[in-house]
């Protein structure tokens, strides 16, 4: 009896000890840093972790839903969507650049094998856009677009040897892209994240001495943290489809916008792109011209957008099936299929996967993809 009592005991606190690991090590969502960057091995814990955690369930049960702009309504299981306070951008991109770092080369509808390291939806019909076989064209084009503005190709001719900047610039590959656009430039691609910056290093700076990755832990703007550049020193910076103004121009935007006026020189240039709330963009011109920062073009490409996602439907579901096969854990009875399906929807929702809450943010016209230009004034 006495020996069956102690099982029982051992039993409920390996329980709690299984319990509680998961609970640590499963929490994709908001339990890691810009610092984490994630093995093979150590994504396997995690993905195990959060499919036998308690966040499973509380995210398939999620009610708390938030309207979008224009009053409609999504949820989490059907559309992938989650609320801003839900999760930390430091903990959702340490996941990701995680994965693409570690899964290595996906298939594509093309039959052309690809390192993923386009982070960005992108965008179609414009004249730049490359060869209907390149996996990541939209990506391409979406930072290929942000140096086709007239006023960017006229600073270049008056300066061929720009000095760019770009903030939260992921695993720099647009960065790789506009350097090579530009054959005299030098860029400088500055991220939070870790893993990030270390693919940054391992698939693109390292054949491109004119690119050059650094790491700015919590990132530029975030607690006073300022870009590591002296005053009036770049030519450019670019943002694309980065993490920032996701739902208004508050504090940390503005501190954002403030380093960015700091480091670039009178007549400099400001290139954003990215989908982002309608209103955001109303809201952001007016912010920025108070500090000094003058328009100097402006595109909509949210309709070429929501083509870009639908032209991008099949290799998106390739690309997400190759993630959730590195996984075990997610073939395992009943626990795997919920797991996979709740991953899925999450990843594709980050994607604007066509049928995703964001994708449909796009298609009613809550959320806007533009390009815009700004000029430091003299």
Known sequence: MKTARVGIVVAILLAGAAYQ????????????????????????????????????????????????????????????????????????????YSLYQAVGK????SG????????TWGITGVPWIEAQTEPQRHGKAAYQGLVEFPEVKAYVERH???????????????GNLISRLIPQSTYTALDMQQAAIDTCNKLHAKFNPRLACKLVPGGVGNKGNQAPF?????????????HIAEATIGPEEKAIFAEIVRILKPGGLFLWG?????????????????????????LNHTTNAVKARDEDEV????????????????????IGARCGSVADRLIKNFYRHPGTALYHKMVNGAHSYMHQCYKLEP
């Open 21 to 96: 690991a998961a609970l640590r090590f499963g929490n994709v969502l908001s339990g890691f840093t810009g610092d984490s960057s994630l093995s093979y091995f150590q994504l396997q814990i995690v993905t195990t972790a959060f499919c036998l955690s308690p966040l499973l369930w509380m995210l398939e049960s999620k009610s708390d839903f938030i309207p979008d702009e224009v009053g409609e309504t999504y949820n989490l299981v059907d559309h992938g969507d989650i609320n801003e306070e839900d999760y930390t951008k430091d903990s959702i991109y340490a996941i990701l």
């Open 106 to 109: 996906s298939p594509s509808p």
């Open 112 to 119: 052309n094998d690809y390192q993923f390291t386009f982070n």
């Open 160 to 174: 061929p040897s720009p000095n760019i900047v770009e903030i939260g610039c992921g695993t720099g590959a647009g």
């Open 230 to 242: 002296n005053d009036s020193s770049v030519d450019m910076v670019v943002i694309s489809e980065t």
């Open 274 to 298: 990215n989908a982002l709330p309608t209103s955001v963009w109303h809201l952001a011109a007016p912010v920025l011209g108070k500090m000094g920062m003058a328009p100097c073009g402006s």
């Open 315 to 334: 290799r998106v579901n390739m690309y997400v099936d190759h993630l959730k096969a590195q996984f075990p854990v997610m073939s395992l009875p009943h």
